[in-house]
């Protein structure tokens, strides 16, 4: 079907990778996007447009690393 709703996150044709979670466990996903050219995450709490609500690295730079979302325990 099509989109219930759009939103804009991150500057244009950056390259950044797009990876989705439910960041605080709240119930609500929202967008992150990972450069890979530095190794840094910017992740939103909320599917909306606006800053990233968390920005941290992950990873050396100038990786070929891919970003992955979960709940990783219990």
Do not use: K
């Not at 992150?32 to 530095?38: E, I, K, P, R, V």
């Not at 190794?39 to 909320?46: A, E, K, P, Q, S």
Request: charged residues 15%; without cysteine; hydrophobic residues 30%.
């Amino acid at each position: 079907g099509f989109a219930d709703s759009t939103f804009v996150y991150g500057p244009e044709n950056s390259g950044w990778l797009p990876v989705a979670g439910d960041w605080t466990g709240d119930g609500i996903h929202g967008p992150a996007l990972y450069d890979q050219t530095g190794g840094i995450y910017y992740v939103r709490y909320t599917p909306d447009s606006g800053f990233a609500d968390s920005v941290f690295y992950y990873g050396p730079p100038n990786n070929n690393w891919l970003p992955a979302a979960g709940r990783w325990v219990e």
